[in-house]
């Protein structure tokens, strides 16, 4: 290169467009990296502040229950929670102790175990009128019925396939979409001992327990969704069929002879 075509302001000014240049590459690729590390916030983050705002409005209450009463002009005094927490024992202490009535609550072999055992004797058989296999079925009642199935699918499986050696499928079980009566008995009471579904002999090793405590409307939800899920298809199960049936919550866990045979 030629000495006398060296121009020192023509070197310095590529040197600072260079300068420019990366610059403004730096720029942009700072704002990319800005908004790409700002995610949206997720469920759990969502929810998460739900719970601190619970949080707050809980502890907010309780220091104001905590906090200095003004009971007349000029005059307070402080709440101490041990004096609350004595005064409350001392009501609990006070009040009278009851028997327990729920019969899905009583001891199995006990004085009210018996004596539901001898009323289920001498009361008149129960029957129900099956409902229109054909009618449609709420999906309102489906959405309920899923929720209370969360309870069920730690045995019988979230797609109703069963649990091998725990609880035999729900899934075509004839059990399920046969006489109505079945599921509704089997929900109140528990069913234990040796029962064939679909073919295949099951003995449970411990007997399913009873959902009683649930009221009539979950029990219908929970009985119309598994039987018309997993690939089953049977009448919807209303709350008066269940309340039918209410006689029998604390009598002992049923065995499959004691159902009516499905067809």
């Known amino acids: 290169m030629d000495p006398s075509q060296d121009n020192p302001i023509v070197r310095f000014k590529a040197f600072f467009w260079a300068l420019a240049v990366f610059g403004f590459f730096g720029v942009v690729l700072g704002i990319v990296a800005l908004s790409q590390s700002k995610q949206p916030e997720t469920l759990e983050d969502l929810a998460a502040t739900t719970r601190y705002q619970n949080r707050e409005k809980i502890e907010s209450a309780q220091r ?13 005094v402080q709440v101490k929670p041990q004096d609350v927490f ?27 175990a018996k004596a539901i055992e001898e009323a289920a004797k001498n009361a008149a ?7 229109d296999p054909s009618a449609p079925i709420d999906p309102a009642v489906m959405d309920a019925g899923k929720i209370e199935y969360a309870l069920c ?21 004839e059990w399920v979409v046969g006489p109505v009566e079945n599921p ?9 001992g040796p029962i064939q579904v679909k073919g295949v002999d099951y003995n449970l090793p411990a007997p399913m327990m009873a959902v009683a405590h649930l009221s009539d409307q979950q029990i219908a939800a929970v009985l119309t969704y598994v039987r018309n899920s ?34």
């Open 86 to 112: 004595a005064h409350l024992g001392q009501q609990l202490a006070a009040t009278k102790p009851s028997a327990v009535e729920k019969p899905e609550q009583v001891i199995p072999g006990s004085a009210a």
């Open 64 to 76: 104001a229950n905590f906090s200095y009463k003004e009971l007349e002009a000029g005059k307070t």
């Open 230 to 263: 997993f690939g089953n298809s049977a009448s919807a199960v209303t709350a008066d069929q269940v309340k039918a049936f209410r006689g029998e919550v604390g009598l002992p866990a049923l065995q499959a002879s004691e159902l009516k045979t499905p067809k």
């Open 153 to 173: 699918q730690a045995c019988h499986g979230a797609d109703g396939a069963g649990v091998p050696g725990l609880a035999p499928p729900l899934a075509g079980s």
């Open 184 to 192: 509704i008995r089997i929900t109140l009471r528990g069913l234990g």
């Open 125 to 131: 058989p129960v029957t129900v009128v099956e409902t």
